[in-house]
């Protein structure tokens, strides 16, 4: 399951919209997580554009909704564009700000608008196996365990490889997306949840699911590395 909207529009092709919202997070006295406004900017991005990503999209223009006011603006588009180096792209950004009325905590609405060739089909995956990358991570953890953070570049990477579904765990936590790419309905390995929490939420999307071929296994291990929790 993706959360991304496929809207076709011509014969060969659709519109990918894909979005993240996060509220009471950045620089405002009264936001439970205080972070740079860059930080909040790269975060809903990376969630945005992973969604599109899973949709099998091809990401063009980003769209901004701004309430942590005409100050932030710039910190949030070079948190934008921080992401999209890490992957490659340099899209157009636009989007408004809600300068008239102060808001006493921040909050940002984010959408990545893409294209989807109609007939890009994913094949019946044979003898699918299932592996988490990252570590799912919330609130002020996102910034004191970053060593667990699965890199865009890697998302993109694997998200390129023939054969693979790859799905990013947001708020709903690895449980909920893994009934989403395992269609054994067996549920969550036991060696992932001897290892992490499969009910927490996953935030900014800091780990994602991936699901595969047997024989591509070490090739996914080969770049995930450390990121790699397999069945």
């Not at 809903?44 to 990503?53: D, I, K, P, Q, Y």
């Not at 196996?129 to 990252?134: R, Y």
Request: charged share 20%; net charge negative.
């Amino acid at each position: 399951m993706n959360d991304s909207l496929i809207l076709p529009f011509t014969e060969s092709q659709s519109l990918v919209v894909s979005c993240d919202n996060s509220g009471g997070i950045g620089l405002k006295e009264k936001d439970l997580v205080q972070v740079p406004y860059e930080v909040v900017g790269y975060f809903s991005f990376r969630v945005a554009v992973m969604e599109c990503l899973a949709a099998g999209g091809s990401p063009m223009t980003v769209v901004l909704h701004n309430f942590c006011g005409d100050e932030a603006w710039e910190a949030l588009k070079i948190g934008v564009m921080k992401g999209m180096d890490e992957i490659g792209l340099d899209l157009s950004i636009t989007g408004s700000t809600e300068s008239n009325m102060p808001l006493l905590q921040s909050a940002l609405g984010l959408m990545v608008i893409g294209k989807l060739r109609n007939e890009r089909v994913m094949k019946p995956i044979l003898q699918r196996k299932m592996a988490l990358i990252g570590r799912p991570l919330v609130g002020e953890e996102v910034m004191k365990q970053q060593e667990w953070i699965a890199p865009l570049s890697l998302y993109k990477g694997l998200c390129e490889l023939e054969e693979v579904q790859v799905l990013p765990v947001g708020s709903k936590g690895i449980a909920y997306e893994w009934k989403h790419l395992d269609p054994s309905g067996e549920g969550v390995s036991a060696h992932i949840r001897s290892q992490v929490d499969i009910e927490k939420s996953s935030g900014p999307s800091t780990c994602f699911l991936v699901a595969y071929p047997e024989h591509l296994e070490d090739e996914i291990k080969l770049q995930s590395g450390s990121f790699f929790m397999g069945e």
